[in-house]
């Protein structure tokens, strides 16, 4: 049994977002969540990252930005990302690198993300939305690395537009993390989503 707990674990994440137009090709986003997590895993956690994007074709949008993610502890990460983002209709796909920065670390951990999504409309106001993510290491954190490089993520939100300015979300995330000498690990996170535009 103790082999086996170690195997799943579930969080709770709540997902806040503010964003608009800068003006007619460029955007930006100011987001932050509050993650409740075992803490064997690494205990709650608080994020904040501010991202701008700018539309350089029809369906083309290249930005990037950076954030803050405090865990419980006080270990602090500051993460600068660069993106690509696709969209043909209801699919989309999100091309992601990111320069990880922890507190007493060997290096720069720098990770590659690649996010596909499709939205369905489910009535005037609602969608639902279904991704897909890898999460692959390039570079880890310890020069001496231990421990699983890659990582898989699904999930789907239904939403719901309760005024011009205004979303509410709730989802649900699976994180699938493969391990070569433990048993693969599995994460169950379900998520609230709050989003304000401007």
């Given amino acids: 049994m103790p082999a086996a707990a170690q195997e799943e674990d579930t969080q709770a994440w ?18 932050g969540s509050l993650r409740w997590r075992e803490d064997r895993i690494g205990g709650e956690q608080q994020t904040v990252r501010l991202t701008i994007m700018r539309e350089i074709a029809e369906g083309v949008r290249i930005g990037g930005g ?16 660069q993106e690509l983002t696709l ?3 209801r699919v989309s796909a999100r091309t992601r690198l990111e320069e990880r920065f922890f507190d007493g670390a060997d290096r720069m951990e720098l990770r ?4 596909v999504r499709y939205t369905q409309p489910i009535g005037k106001r609602s969608e639902l939305s279904i991704d897909g993510e890898y999460l692959g290491l390039l570079q880890t954190r ?15 939100i ?10 509410l979300g709730l989802g649900y995330l699976l994180i699938y993390t493969p391990r070569s000498e433990e048993p693969d690990r599995i994460t169950h996170i379900p998520q609230g989503h709050v989003t304000l535009h401007f």
């Fill in 66 to 81: 950076g954030g803050i993610f405090e865990t419980q502890g006080g270990a602090t990460e500051l993460r600068p990302h």
């Fill in 112 to 115: 590659f993300r690649q996010l």
């Fill in 14 to 31: 709540l997902n806040v977002s503010a964003g608009g137009a800068l003006e007619d090709a460029t955007s930006l986003t100011l987001d």
């Fill in 142 to 156: 310890e020069r001496a690395p231990a421990g699983p490089r890659d990582e898989w993520r699904a999930r789907s």
């Fill in 87 to 89: 969209t043909s209709g």
């Fill in 158 to 167: 239904v939403s719901t537009d309760v005024s011009e300015s205004l979303t």
